[in-house]
């Protein structure tokens, strides 16, 4: 939904970051000897003064980093080794990746569009490097999302934890952790689902049903003629495509009432308007937590690849979280093969409606596979 606030806000923020990158720049060449660090803390602190969502002012922050080290430390982008493992986030949208420069094992970031730089120092293995930057070498590669598990038993996600992008000049620490690995793992799928529009439909039309407002309004936009307030809620008439139609709302923001006077006959998209009412707002919300989690529960019966230190296995979510572990170990690539070969023998057998689905791990034989 549009919203003309948040646009100038957003419009704003990339002002003030491009202001503070050529500031920091201009700085930097001032200096005889350059002292990345206390630049970047300078500059990140009076960053975090501006008034950002917290993922906007991570981006902020990576962007002013990648623009310094773009400039000032060209050694940071020559990444030419051996590619020892990857760890994606945002459904690779952006990797970590270890590589193997001459016997020293580095840690390298690459965000789409931009290019790949080291995040960390060389060690001497792949484990030191998990080691000093995460606190831990136990990782989980699930559904294109890397996990890593704390010493407590915690577990956290790289794309909730972007910070370790800037750790050769600011420490990586997790800042947003799960109870356990379970917990990760359940939050990943759902918001897969979030990401679904047929499910936020459906809780629309379940919310609008429930209020009684026409659900062949949604994505129109209309003229509004008025707004009344009363004892009984938000009275609204309004026109689209010349036919005069009115609803009830149990509440609106005074902000519309504003808009009107302001602008008689503004054209409005009903959505926003209805979204507006902070009754319809909060059924919408719970709806679409039933709907999120009853999809939630199909998708337990779903088959992954899930890949640790051990190597890379299929097995079968539970609504809790829980994996159940079906094959052996293989490679990742022999894994998603072994997946696909595995879902077309289900294909065949539920076309031969032989199929058993909570039996499945009876009736399928994993190819051998050469030693991890």
Known sequence: MRNDSIE????????????????????????????????????????QMNFMSNEAREEAEYELYYTFIKMQRPDQFDNKGDYVESFPLNNYNGIFQIIDIN??????????????????????????????????SD????????????????????????QFRLNLVKPFRALSLYEN?????????KDELKKDTNISLQALLRTLEEFRIPSDLIGKTVTINSIFKDNEGVYITFEENQKKQDIRLPDLEEKWLERLRDNPKMKVALDELIMDSRSIGEGFLA?????????????????????????????????????????????????????????????????????????????????????I
Do not use: W
């Open 139 to 162: 990782f989980e590669r699930f559904r294109g999302e890397s996990l890593f598990l704390t010493k407590e038993g915690m577990a956290f996600c790289l794309k909730d934890n972007k």
């Open 8 to 47: 100038r806000s957003v419009n704003d923020s990339m002002l003030y970051m491009a202001e503070y990158i050529l500031q920091m720049i201009e700085e930097s060449k001032k200096q005889n000897e350059l002292d990345m660090k206390k630049i970047i803390d300078e500059k990140l602190k009076n960053l």
């Open 103 to 136: 016997g020293q094992f580095f840690g390298v970031y690459k965000k789409e569009s931009k290019e790949a730089h080291k995040v960390t120092r060389g060690f001497q293995s792949k484990e030191e490097v998990l080691l000093n930057t995460f606190g831990t």
């Open 287 to 371: 709806y679409y937590g039933i709907e999120i989690n009853k999809e939630f529960q199909i998708m337990q019966h779903d088959f992954d690849v899930i890949s640790n230190k051990e190597g890379s296995y299929i097995g079968k979510l539970s609504g809790a979280g829980t994996v159940k572990k079906l094959s052996p170990y293989f490679s990742e690539k022999e894994a998603i093969q072994q997946l696909v070969n595995m879902n077309n023998f289900i294909h065949i057998e539920k076309q031969k409606e032989r199929f058993v689905n909570n039996e499945v791990d009876l009736y399928i034989e994993f190819m051998e596979s050469r030693k």
């Open 181 to 189: 690995m379970e917990q990760a793992r359940s939050f990943i799928v």
